[in-house]
């Protein structure tokens, strides 16, 4: 993993390691008047917009395994969250910082591996590095991101506004991240005693790139608005399709139907599960980190969702009391459960 | 330091945890549309104003150590720090996000405390907690800050507005925070053994609070603002009055000269650092952590600083080619160096 020049972090200090860090940057949001350098950084508002501001934290042994992330996915991934978060509210990201605790095993070449997969993925979502800090760590690395990003307030879409009858929509496929980290701890575990390890990844390439290197949904943004769809409610697939529904039900006061035959499931996704003698639709419902949107449109907006091509319905909103179901293709109704969320009544 | 009554975080799960511990956070700033409870908070900007974001994080370990640092005090300094950087740049602090790693070692009731005194802070500063996350951490507390502020463009003050006879200011005193740690590790030290600890801080009461509990100069852009003075650069004192004032010169090239004998120290510093046989003026220059501020302006608004009351006049502005210099009263001219800053030429 370790590249084979290694600086001590030491030798730089804390403001030299932070120049070195962040000197490949170009500024490219017209908004952002000043970047890293100051007490603060500096963004100008567009005119008659709100801005969005989403936080998130990564802990290398609870988020991250670096005997198998490279630091450069690890730092496209960062991005892709803290984006994906704000594109989750109809909005677009502008403006990202990036908080490290790094502990003294880690050498400055392995940092400007981390700022490289960051840094290809702010120019990938043209938003600027504007701040952060660089600080010791007692143990591993820590990495919080925080991205900013603007919308017209009308455009904004809540978690809180999905309507009776809605249609509930799916982008991509779901499960695929969750089975590429179960491909990588798999090949760690048997190849835990081997000395040059060659783990087995053939075949199962798309899933390493959706654990590994997810993409933030930015085309589903883009297309919703070039159709003049206004999503009612929206979020983003960070925690499994049944935690994330269940967010949307209990802000918008309402139940959901979802049907077990139409959650798009990639075919490397059941390859890998069948092989591993799991459920891949427990991967889709429960494995989370796939970085897809979900979101419900008015029905009568079906043919309209339909034509963009890039979107599943995968079942409808119900009232409250009936709460939220998977159904079976033989018609049984499965209560849904978020893991680690306490359960709706 | 462990409340009696003991909750493990996982009776919650991470929903749950969130919902304990941000309920008590009303919305006081107008431009807040939404708070935590989405993917992302909703700003409305003030208009024709600019936006201003910083981050700080802090582990324990290296930046607090809980065997004598109380959470509801860390909880108000860590909102400290970061309302002290939009105030550096001459701007009002508005929304703060805050992310937290956890270890399962610490009980709920603890996390309430760090958070009581974050709400505090919050209410004090008149600021809103719109986000932030709380995760699994290996190993200690992990604390990390965005506060976002505003500021009408024109007002905002940068680090590199410094020109050539510029008077440099300074806001309260200097080294008390760093005697305050002094003392605290004193105290653990030589209560190590000892079975019921009763630490000797009496006298030293100015000291510990600077330490475990500063507060943020509002007061000093308030009065700014009030006399209509407009500062050509400014910092927050985080680093210690050498690093710091490097800092200004470093991005205004130009040099500097403060005197030793008009650097304000409080009595209580000068006590503690013969006490314990070291120099006040390195706590001042080294210490860090006092979240003063350091500004300076025109040599003609003398007159007008001065009336302020809350201000000293430490030294000027000088051409860069000449350096940053220290000159004591014997006359001697003494280079700055900055700790763990790579020295300007």
Redesign the interface.
Known sequence: MEPKKRTEIAT?????LIDRLTKDFPQQHSST??GV?????????QAD?????????F?????FDLTYFPLKHLGYKVVTAGVS??L??N?RPS?I?V???VSAKIPVEALQDLYEGISFACKEQEIDL????T??????L?I?V????HAP?ER?T???GARLHDLICITGNLGAAYMGLQLLEREKRVLSDVKNPEPQFKGYEYLLEKYLKPRPRTDIIEALAEEKIQPTS???LSDGLASDLMQICK?SKCGARIYLDRIPIAQQTTALADEMHTDPVIAALNGGEDYELLFTVPLAMQEQVMRLGLVDVIGHITAESTGAYLVTPDGQDIKLKAQ???EEA
């Open positions: 730089l200090g804390q403001f030299g008047l000043l350098g100051d007490d603060a950084a500096v963004i100008l508002p917009e709100t801005m969005l501001c989403t936080t998130d934290s802990f290398e042994g609870v988020d978060d704000i989750a509210m909005a403006q910082t908080s490290l605790g504007v701040g952060g800090d600080r010791a760590s007692m143990t591993g820590v919080t925080t991205v900013l990003g307030k904004i809540y978690r809180s929206m979020i983003d802000s680690g969320f306490p």
